[in-house]
């Protein structure tokens, strides 16, 4: 099979509730067909892999020129939430929520749920060994599927052939 | 003695496009073609769960669908059916190719 030996590798640099799902969903889909997954978390990504962080990922109204109310159900067409409301304390917090809850409407998995199911699925992950370096991360900080902190030369000599995303 | 595909109709990516032409022995040949020597209990644990769900809702069902539905592991899941399970299971179980994301 041609497939065989395809290889999709993700860098994760985003910390955000809602990008930390492409990455996620893209690769749980390759690992179906049968391709070989690679997740390099850097910068804000490690938010993603972070025991302490992993359940409390957020999504800012504030300047997210996408967020529009008619999200919500409201018929507002295409008016956004006024940058104004978005810095009014609790509407980060009801964002989040919000779009917690429309994911698991659709039975998507929560992040952590969903980084193990890659783990078992095969997937490999990896931290940035300058950021974790930066941001002072010990291992023991990290969910047990991520399974060393490599160098951005490792990352590539370990994606040789592999299509490369960038998140 | 294995089962005979002449008259079962497959689209261009292999799937069987009409579910009721499927049978066990049917199975177990599409079985041998995506690598499987063997359908042991548990593989026919998911593929009958694959039966059911996509006969009542007219798609297969996702690969979370079959681990939430059948109780077995995503690992387990991988290890029975290894290089793309989601694929395989909706192949062999005569069901179309699986619509979901997740």
Known sequence: MAEANRKIAFICSKGDLDMAYPALIMGWAALGNGIDVTLFFTFWGLDLVTKKRVDRLEIAPVANTSFKMSMMGLPTGNLGIPNIMGIIPGMTAFASWFMKTKMKALGVPPVREYLQMLSDGGAKMYGCKMTVDMFGIKKEDFLPCIESVVTASDFIDMTEGAQIIFI | ?102
């Not at chain 2, 109709?9 to 199975?27: H, L």
Request: with cysteine; charged share 25%.
């Open chain 2, 1 to 102: 003695m294995l089962a005979d595909l002449t008259a079962i109709a497959f689209n261009e990516e292999g799937f069987m496009t009409d579910p009721s032409q499927w049978t066990k022995e049917i199975a177990e040949v599409l079985a041998k073609q995506e690598g499987l020597e063997t359908l042991t209990p548990e593989h026919w644990k998911i593929i009958d769960f694959c039966r059911q769900a996509g006969l009542a809702s007219g798609k297969s069902p996702t690969l979370r669908q079959i681990t939430t539905g059948t109780g077995i592991s995503t690992k387990d899941l991988f290890a029975l059916f290894p290089k793309g399970p989601a694929k395989k299971v909706a192949k062999i179980a005569g069901l179309g190719k699986p619509e979901g994301c997740v």
